[in-house]
């Protein structure tokens, strides 16, 4: 019989790892066995697992005994097929285990996005269920997968923080303040603010010591901040909050400085898995609110029609992958042992933002 390759994670302790080799199932009629020829790895994927339970990011690749697999945004290949409209061959852009293969059920195969049709995945967002046939997209497009794996997922919602800001008139700030402002999400949004000539706002970047260097050479923030040194804020100045970091101390502090002259809080990610949580709704100014990147699609889908914000945000997304394709040296790991160790890494804090990891089991 033959096996395959998965990396699962202890759900109570994500930094608790086991490879495994499993046996293949077998295809059932309407089910697609696809290779994963290669995956990416971000903070991004480590916020699904923490927050795995709340959101159901656990319930994609469902597992027992209080392990789980963690849903990364790869590239696979269609190696065998029980179903009449998907070819050997096919390569599908979409939300995969961190495994060697996968065996993903599809009812109609008519449109150049396949929605999976497993009935545990179907109380589970939309988004994550569509399986793009990339040869259905642009010749450029194919070409750059592993930096469609990386960037794309996460300058999307770059690209909606940046609408979400503009469609509020910046809620009248005159700065954003950036929590986590290395994260590719956060500079992502910064790149498209500070590139917009109609704006006068300025860009200030909340990130670590460690990376500060690296922040301040992405030239998009007007000023960065260590944390720890948020009195050096300007609070003269209408400030929005969009924070990747998560962490409930900062929150309070940017909260604390501003007071009123915060205008709006809005909580995007959980970088800082570890200080994640607290009591934030008793800080003074706004209510931080989480952002929802639905909400800004459906709203604009019914003002400027179905698919154009997403539109848009592709073609945003592709220049801003050009932008920075400097900035990130994107590494291959072939090994399974080293991508678990890659995935503590990440957990733990320990990959530099210069670097995208990709990976291939
Ligand atoms: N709501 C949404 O729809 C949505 C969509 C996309 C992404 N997000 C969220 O945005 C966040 C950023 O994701 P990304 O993939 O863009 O991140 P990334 O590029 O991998 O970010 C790396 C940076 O995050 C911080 N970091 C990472 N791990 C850490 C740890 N264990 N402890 C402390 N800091 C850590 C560090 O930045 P600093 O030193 O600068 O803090 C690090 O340089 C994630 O939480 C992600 O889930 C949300």
């Known amino acids: 019989m033959t096996h395959y390759r998965e990396i699962q994670v202890k759900r109570e302790n994500i930094l608790d790892t086991r490879e495994l080799e499993l046996p293949q199932p077998a295809l059932a009629q309407g089910q697609v066995r696809l290779a994963i020829d290669k995956f990416a790895l971000t903070a991004n994927n480590v916020t699904y697992a923490v927050a795995g339970d709340m959101i159901g990011y656990w319930n994609f690749y469902p597992r027992e005994d209080g392990w789980g697999v963690v849903p990364v945004w790869g590239i696979g290949e269609v190696v065998e097929s029980a179903h009449p409209g998907i070819a050997v061959g096919e390569r599908l852009y979409g939300f995969y285990p961190m495994a060697s293969e996968v065996v993903l059920s599809f009812d109609s195969a008519e449109s ?13 967002p939309g988004t994550y269920n569509a399986y793009r046939r990339t040869a259905a997209d642009h010749q450029f497009l194919q070409q750059m997968e592993a930096q469609r794996c990386i960037f794309f997922p996460l300058f999307a919602t770059s690209y909606l923080l940046y609408d979400f800001l503009l469609d509020n008139a910046l809620f009248g700030a005159g700065q954003v303040l950036v ?7 956060a500079y992502g949004m910064a790149k498209l603010l500070h590139g917009d000539a109609s704006l006068n706002v300025r860009l200030v970047g909340l990130t670590s010591a460690g990376n500060l260097e690296f922040v301040e050479s992405l030239g998009c923030y007007d000023s960065v901040i260590c944390y720890g040194n948020e009195d050096q804020l300007d609070t003269s100045v209408p400030a929005a909050y969009v924070d990747m970091s998560g962490n409930a101390a900062l929150t309070a502090a ?18 800082h898995w570890q200080s994640f949580g607290g009591d934030v709704s008793s800080l003074p100014g706004p209510a931080p609110e989480m952002f929802f990147a639905p909400s ?7 003002e400027w029609g179905r698919g154009e914000v997403l539109r ?20 291959q790991i072939d090994d399974v042992a080293a991508a678990a160790s890659a995935w503590r890494d990440l957990v733990d804090n320990r990959v530099a933002p210069s670097r995208g990891l990709m990976v291939s089991l």
């Open 254 to 271: 940017v909260h604390k400085a501003f007071g009123e002259q915060l205008k709006v809080s809005t909580a995007v990610g959980a970088t």
């Open 296 to 302: 800004q699609i459906e709203k604009r889908d019914a």
């Open 179 to 185: 929590g986590s402002a290395s994260s590719k999400t």
């Open 112 to 124: 150049d996005t396949l929605m999976e049709s497993t009935p545990h995945r179907q109380a589970l």
């Open 312 to 331: 848009r945000a592709g073609e945003a997304t592709a220049e801003l992958v050009q932008a920075v394709s400097d900035t990130v040296t994107i590494e």
